[in-house]
């Protein structure tokens, strides 16, 4: 008797786990049309349900014999659109814009948010019969969506196969592995209006291949990969796309940029050319500013406990030249190190742009203490001297920072026994020489 009633149980608890429904079969029960509405209101330490005066209009979306979206006019006005969390199998509908699901249970819809640890909080049920009380409804939408987990697995399975499997086709489709190319192209994603040093231009490839045939990289709204090709640059780089000028005016021939690409599979290398002239209308932005120094460091083995002075920013002359470049007004800037001679740079930048240069001063670093006196504070760097002239002197715009370092902060004693550290001394000044 006793097996007899075990056997019984463990039956109709099968029967319950598997009488869960996906969705696809529990909108079947439905149809397309307006609802009656039950809202939860709260009833002291209880929730109870309550009849709305309006309808709700629901509209089921299907394709083939799946249901792929429901579209639910809240309050009669409000379009939401919810999409199946799993076509193939799916228990729940969701939104992009709202922690809202929706699951459909008996002809019953339920309007919730969901937690894994509390399950379902149920905000409204669309259903022409009769609600139950809210606990009874919380543990029909919390039975449906604990049981119905396990039943999804051969069905994320065969999705992820299905994904694997397009994303295969799509691979084979779009790679230029093994496809007799026509020609190729290079596009700018939009027109270039600022080429000047450090410049980025967005650059897609299109190929036609022999059979007529149009394969485009991603950001022409294509599949083929960026690495499918080589390229070639004069006058920057090219990665993933993006063409990123030079960083020296001198690594520019001819003041151009051009840019050849290829596939890395095609023994005939036909090639796709693109090249842009530079107009320069971009500032530039250089940095000689001298390094702050380290803060102290006390029980440190190697330290101590003072900070360590900032470092001078580079003192440095600046020759500009008056020119006019592919029909723009241009200065080229040389930049030179005043102490050694040494050219640090060359650039070129229309007489609209800003030259923005840093050469102030570092900051001190801070002091430290360890079991006695407390450290000092290091010293802040001088800013460094700017010497400006040439032909392009006067028409030269210029944003400039030569800030002497602030002074580091001393530390102060371990106890009132001992002595506070010293704060450092401010840098001075750098000066501007046009």
């Known amino acids: 008797m006793k097996l007899n009633f075990i056997t019984l149980f463990l039956f109709f608890v099968f029967l319950n786990a598997t009488a869960q429904e996906n969705q696809n079969i529990e909108l079947l029960k439905l149809t397309s049309g307006s609802i009656a509405v039950s809202k939860v209101v709260e009833g002291?330490?209880?929730?109870?349900?309550?009849?709305?005066?309006?309808?709700?209009?629901?509209?089921?979306?299907?394709?083939?014999?799946?249901?792929?979206?429901?579209?639910?006019?809240?309050?009669?006005?409000?379009?939401?659109?919810?999409?199946?969390?799993?076509?193939?199998?799916?228990?729940?509908?969701?939104?992009?814009?709202?922690?809202?699901?929706?699951t459909a249970i008996d002809k019953k819809i339920y309007y919730y948010s969901w937690s894994v640890k509390t399950g379902a909080s149920i905000k409204y049920i669309l259903s022409d019969s009769k609600i139950k009380n809210y606990n009874d409804e919380k543990n029909t939408i919390d039975t449906y969506r604990n049981t119905i987990k396990d039943l999804q697995a051969a069905a994320r399975n065969q999705r992820i196969e299905e994904n694997t499997a397009l994303a295969e086709k799509l691979a084979e489709e779009n790679t230029l592995k093994g496809k007799k190319i026509k020609k190729i192209k290079i596009i700018p994603v939009s027109p270039p209006t600022e080429i000047g040093l450090l410049s980025i231009l967005s650059l897609g490839f299109e190929v036609e291949l022999e059979d007529g045939k149009l394969l485009k990289t991603i950001n022409l709204g294509g599949l083929t990969p960026y690495t499918d090709f080589e390229a070639q640059v004069s006058g920057g780089d090219f990665a993933g796309g993006d063409l990123k000028v030079a960083d020296d005016s001198r690594k520019i021939p001819n003041d151009k940029i051009e840019i050849f690409a290829?596939?890395?599979?095609?023994?005939?290398?036909?090639?796709?050319?693109?090249?842009?002239t530079a107009n320069y209308k971009k500032d530039i932005n250089y940095n000689y500013s001298g390094n702050s120094g380290g803060n102290g460091r006390g029980y440190t083995v190697g330290y101590n406990i003072n900070g360590s002075n900032g470092a001078n920013g580079k003192s440095v002359n600046i020759e500009v030249t008056s020119m006019t470049v592919n029909g723009e007004k241009i200065n080229k800037?040389?930049?030179?190190?005043?102490?050694?001679?040494?050219?640090?740079?060359?650039?070129?930048?229309h007489i609209d742009n800003t030259l923005n240069i840093n050469t102030a001063g570092g900051n001190g670093g801070n002091g430290s203490v360890e079991s006695g006196n407390g450290g000092s504070g290091g010293n802040g760097g001088n800013g460094g001297t700017i010497k400006i002239s040439g032909t392009g002197s006067s028409s030269l715009k210029t944003v400039v920072t030569n800030t002497?370092?602030?002074?580091?902060?001393?530390?102060?004693?371990?106890?009132?026994?001992?002595?506070?550290g010293s704060n450092g001394s401010a840098g001075q000044n750098g000066t501007l020489i046009k």
């Not at 809240?74 to 969701?94: H, Q, T, V």
């Not at 102490?339 to 650039?347: A, R």
């Not at 602030?406 to 009132?416: A, D, I, L, N």
């Open 44 to 102: 002291g330490s209880n929730f109870k349900f309550e009849s709305t005066s309006k309808t709700w209009p629901v509209n089921f979306t299907k394709s083939g014999d799946r249901f792929t979206e429901i579209i639910i006019n809240r309050s009669g006005i409000i379009e939401e659109k919810y999409e199946a969390d799993l076509p193939n199998y799916p228990a729940y509908y969701k939104s992009s814009s709202s922690e809202i699901v929706i």
């Open 262 to 276: 290829w596939s890395k599979f095609d023994e005939k290398k036909i090639k796709g050319q693109y090249s842009v």
């Open 333 to 349: 800037l040389t930049v030179i190190d005043a102490m050694s001679g040494k050219i640090f740079s060359e650039s070129k930048m």
């Open 404 to 420: 002497g370092g602030r002074g580091g902060v001393g530390s102060k004693g371990k106890t009132q026994s001992f002595n506070n």
